[in-house]
């Protein structure tokens, strides 16, 4: 029986974080209330309160679940024998299909939450992500380049410009246009920089 109660309001909980996200995608951050979650999932405020505090705590719920989610996706298309290059290409095509999203997902509200509590290092989610990313990347063409899949390059600094680089384009995605083949040519120019031609 306790387990049908916490499978409930687990059910619950997810429910109310996939209305919320869609009010945060509609409206940002900053002018999201309770009240527009609560109309939203068209339960009570008491209903809303027995899961969560306040906005912020919501939307850094959203925001962790849907990290969690770009992971599994990222991790379920990389087979056991993939090799550097392999990775490297998934990761762009992943990339493209978030930049290409841009109706459908979060980087406006984002950016305006953490315009506003950037000086929280300690909570800032987005640049714990951020160096994550950052770090992964760093391996993997370290990897690729132990392998001899990449030519030498300083790994630290490749990552680093390619997640600012991806950071840009989202900025730009949300505030002008960026195309198809803008974000082709973007990473395909990382890819020469990096891949050696069998």
Same mark, same amino acid.
Do not use: P
């Given at each position: 029986?306790?387990?049908?109660?916490?499978?409930?309001?687990?059910?619950?909980?997810?429910?109310?974080?996939?209305?919320?996200?869609?009010?945060?995608?509609?409206?940002?951050?900053? *002018?999201?209330?309770?009240?527009?979650? @609560?109309?939203?999932?068209?339960? *009570?405020?008491?209903?809303?309160?027995? &899961?969560?505090?306040?906005?912020? =705590?919501?939307?850094? !719920?959203?925001?962790?679940?849907?990290? !969690?989610?770009?992971?599994?996706?990222? *991790?379920?298309?990389?087979?056991?024998?993939?090799?550097?290059?392999?990775? %490297?290409?998934?990761?762009?095509?992943?990339?493209?299909?978030?930049?290409?999203?841009?109706?459908?997902? %979060?980087?406006?509200?984002? &950016?305006?939450?953490?315009?506003?509590?950037?000086?929280?290092?300690?909570?800032?989610?987005?640049?714990?992500?951020? =160096?994550?990313?950052?770090?992964?990347?760093?391996?993997?063409? =370290?990897?690729?380049? =132990?392998?001899?899949?990449? &030519?030498?390059?300083? *790994?630290?600094?490749?990552?680093?410009?390619?997640?600012?680089?991806?950071?840009?384009?989202?900025?730009?995605?949300?505030?002008?246009?960026?195309?198809?083949?803008?974000?082709?040519?973007?990473?395909?120019?990382? @890819?020469?920089?990096?891949?050696?031609?069998?």
């Amino acid at each position: 029986m306790r387990g049908t109660m916490g499978e409930k309001s687990e059910q619950k909980r997810q429910y109310i974080l996939d209305c919320a996200r869609k009010v945060f995608i509609e409206k940002g951050f900053r *002018s999201v209330t309770m009240k527009d979650i @609560v109309e939203a999932c068209e339960i *009570s405020r008491g209903g809303l309160y027995l &899961y969560f505090s306040g906005t912020e =705590e919501i939307f850094l !719920e959203v925001l962790k679940r849907e990290a !969690e989610q770009d992971d599994d996706v990222f *991790s379920a298309t990389i087979t056991g024998d993939a090799t550097a290059v392999d990775i %490297l290409l998934v990761f762009f095509k992943e990339q493209k299909k978030e930049l290409l999203r841009k109706n459908d997902d %979060l980087a406006v509200a984002t &950016y305006e939450y953490y315009f506003a509590h950037g000086k929280q290092q300690n909570e800032n989610l987005w640049r714990s992500q951020h =160096e994550a990313a950052v770090w992964i990347l760093q391996k993997l063409i =370290e990897k690729g380049i =132990e392998n001899g899949e990449f &030519y030498e390059v300083d *790994s630290a600094v490749m990552a680093r410009t390619i997640m600012l680089v991806i950071e840009g384009m989202k900025i730009v995605a949300h505030t002008g246009e960026i195309s198809e083949s803008m974000i082709d040519r973007q990473f395909g120019s990382f @890819v020469e920089q990096l891949c050696i031609e069998e």
